[in-house]
C-alpha cells in the first residue's frame, strides 16, 4: 500500500489547526465521490514530491472554525483546520487541533504542523460561497511527529505538504453563522497583499565632497556598457558646472569593500573626476567604495565611497580629494519579476536545487519569508527562513525563531529518511532587495546540527546563494 513516511524538514512558520474528532468518532459531513455528475471539486497537494488525490472530502463549520478533510484511495488523509473563517491567509501552527497529515492505518501519532515542534503552515481562502457552502483556496505545510525509536529515545519524522489546491469543497453548518469573519480576527486579507513589505524602494541620490566642499549633482544617470564580452556599470553625477564624477562598476560583485584601481581597462573598478573646466580627467590612486547592496539581478546599488584623484599622465598638477561619498542608483529600473533559484556547497560538494519554493508565514507580529529548496537527483533539502522586512545586510542565524527577528537555516540530508538539522550558527547576507517587486538576491552559509542532541553528524553549508520573488 501506498505511504507517505517520507521524512522531511522545518519549511515555513504558518499553519492552522485540525481535526478535532476523536478515533471512535464517525466522521460527518458533504462526502464526495468521482462518480458525481459535473463534479468541479478538488482537494489535491504534493506530499515529499507525490502527488496526493483526495477520493473523499469532508466539511464542517462550527461556530466559525472550518474543519476540512482530504482522503485518498489509499485511506491518507490531510485535515485542515481554519478558525475565524473568511477570505484570508490563515496561519496553521495552533496548539490546539492542529492540521495534519494522517497515514493509512497509523501505528504512530499523525504528523502534526505544531509550531511547537518545527511545523509550519499556511493556507489562503481565496473564495467562501455562503450561499452554496463551499470553499476554495490553496495550502502549503510541513508537518512533523516525534516517534520512539525502539531504544527508549524518540526520532523526528515530517511530511512537507506543497501545491495544495482545493476547489469548490462543500461543508455542512453543523453550528453558529455562515457569515465570515473580517481578517483581523484570524488571517490577513490576500488583497492586502501579504507580501508587500511595507518598504519603499528610495530614489537615486548622490552626495559628495570634493576638497570639503559639496558636489552639487544636477543629474546622476546608470548605463550598461559592453566592454569586449564584459559588462561594465557607468555611473555619472554631473553638476551644472559640468563637473563630473564617472563610476566603472563591474559587474558580477556583490556587498563589501573594494579597492578603486588607477586607469580603467574595460573590466576593473574605477572612478574618473573632471573639473568644471572640462580638462583631462583625474583618477583613483588610492581610494575605497563599499557596497552596502549589490544587485545583479535588481540593478540596485547602495555604496559610500571616498578617493584621491591625481592625473594618470602628468597634465594636471596636484590632486583632488573627495570623501563623505555616498549614492544610490538602480541601474535596471525596468527589472521585474526573478526566477526563484539556490545552490550551495555541502561538504565540499555541489548542490543544485531542481525546484524551489517561497511561501509567506504571517506570525510574530510580522510576516516570515519561507524559502524552501530541493535538490531531486540527490534527495536533500536546505529551507531559509526570514522576516519580510529585512534590510540589505548581514545577520547571524539562530537554531529556533522565537521573537520574530531570528534568521533560521536548515539542512535535510535525506528526504525520505530525514533527520533534522539546524543553523549552528550560520550567517545570511541581503546581497540586494528590490521592494516594489518582492525580489531579493541573497547568500548564506551555515554549520546545520541536531540542536536536540540526538544525532552528531554535522553539515558545512557554504558558498549558498539564492535569489526569490515574493509571491
Known sequence: MKKYLVRGFLLTVFSLFLFSACE???????????????????????????????????????????????????????????????????????????????????????????????????????????????????????????????????????VVVTNGVFTDIPFTLVDGSLEPYACDNGGTDPGDDPGDSGIVDPDSSFFALVDGEEFIDESFVA????????????????????????????????????EFDPIFNGSNLTVAYTDSQGTEAMTSMSGSITFEEYGNITGKLSATFAFTATDPIGINEGEVLVTEGV??????????????????????GSFVATSVEVLLDPSYDTTYVQLTALDADSNRSIALSFPIDVMPGTYTMATSIETGVEIVGLYNPDIENARLYFSTPGQLTITSYQYSDGVIEGQFSFTAVDPNGFYLEEYSIEMGVFTLTIP
Open 24 to 158: 471512535d468518532e464517525p466522521l460527518t459531513g458533504n462526502f464526495v465521490t468521482d462518480e458525481q455528475a459535473n463534479d468541479t471539486r478538488v482537494f489535491s497537494a504534493s506530499i515529499n514530491g507525490e502527488n496526493f488525490s483526495a477520493s473523499t472530502t469532508t466539511g464542517q463549520l462550527i461556530n466559525g472554525v472550518l474543519l476540512m478533510t482530504g482522503t485518498d484511495y489509499f485511506g491518507n488523509i490531510i485535515s485542515i483546520v481554519i478558525t475565524n473563517i473568511g477570505t484570508c491567509t490563515f496561519d496553521l501552527t495552533q496548539e490546539i487541533n492542529p492540521t495534519s497529515f494522517i497515514l493509512e492505518a497509523p501505528t504512530e501519532a499523525p504528523f502534526e504542523v505544531l509550531n511547537s515542534l518545527g511545523g509550519s503552515g499556511t493556507a489562503v481562502i481565496q473564495t467562501y460561497d455562503q450561499e452554496n457552502q463551499t470553499v476554495s483556496g490553496i495550502f502549503s505545510f510541513t508537518a512533523i511527529r516525534e516517534i520512539s525509536d525502539g531504544a527508549g529515545g524518540t526520532i523526528t519524522e515530517s
Open 327 to 348: 549614492f544610490v542608483m538602480d541601474y535596471r529600473p525596468d527589472s521585474t519579476l526573478a526566477d526563484n533559484t539556490l545552490s550551495a556547497e555541502v561538504d565540499g
Open 223 to 258: 548605463e550598461i556598457l559592453m566592454v569586449g564580452s564584459d559588462e561594465v556599470v557607468k555611473l555619472t553625477a554631473t553638476a551644472p558646472t559640468l563637473e563630473r564624477m564617472e563610476f566603472f562598476i563591474p559587474m558580477g560583485l556583490s556587498v563589501g569593500t573594494y
